[in-house]
């Protein structure tokens, strides 16, 4: 007998992607009791797009609230014990979900993830993305890695209460890190990470939104700081040693293409990052 399983995605401007995201859920090859889309006040397509589907629990966020609280949202109105979620950005492999599944409960096992491919690294951009800031722990199964990435996860619901819930000052990034520690916390429980559970991002990015992603991972992330010209520095100085590090081992292997793209991102970093501390002065 089958267990019965919600899947959640939260979502925000995500009319290139959420087609693609819900139909992958749609097709899973194990069976998915209830999907619930959490619309964080998109002001593209989004809306009109989930319109389109009559079998979906959707709800409208009057106001952008983040992805801290839209995951405690999703848990707290599904239905089931075992709650999936994915990013709204992701496509999932048709047996994603009967490859992670047989891990939880076992070996105190609360909490899995999959492994997420770039799917568009045609695109030197995202190729970049995918060599620094992929989401993924590599072709080999982990028990208790260090987190687990949230963009795709499946949870036992009754450890979640067991927490304070995913942090809702996290916004855009950090909250899987933080929620993680969380969990550990607990004791006598384990997370795993599942290789062969395949998953797909689909974001192509340009270098002004490769750029903004960076900038809201590093500046927003792990913790929230208030806006200062001493945050500003610390980051600059941070981001100089990553660009510095990530120039001389391209030098050695000719990959000049990377190089740009690092010095681009470096100083679109530290241009958003003043931007935003002039904004909230």
Known sequence: MTEKVTFYIPTFNAQNTIELCINSVRNQTYPVDEIIIINDNSTDNTKEILSKYDDLSIIN???????GYNRNLGIQSSSNEIIASIDSDVELDKKWLENIIINLKKNNIVMCGGN??????NNKVNAWREKYYN?????????NPAFLYGCNTILLKSYWKKTDGYDENLKTNGEDIDFCKQLKSIGDINLYYSSNSLCYHLQDDSILSLSKRVWRYHSFGYKIKVPSKRKLINLSIK????????FFKGLLKFEIK????SFMVLINFIKLEYNYLKKNK
Request: no cysteine; aromatic share 14%; hydrophobic share 45%.
């Open 239 to 246: 981001q100089i040693r990553f660009f510095l590090i990530r």
């Open 135 to 143: 989401q993924s722990w590599g072709k080999t199964d982990i028990l």
């Open 116 to 121: 997420m491919i770039e799917k568009y690294t």
């Open 61 to 67: 966020n009057n106001q952008n609230l983040g992805l």
């Open 258 to 261: 990377y190089i740009i793209i």
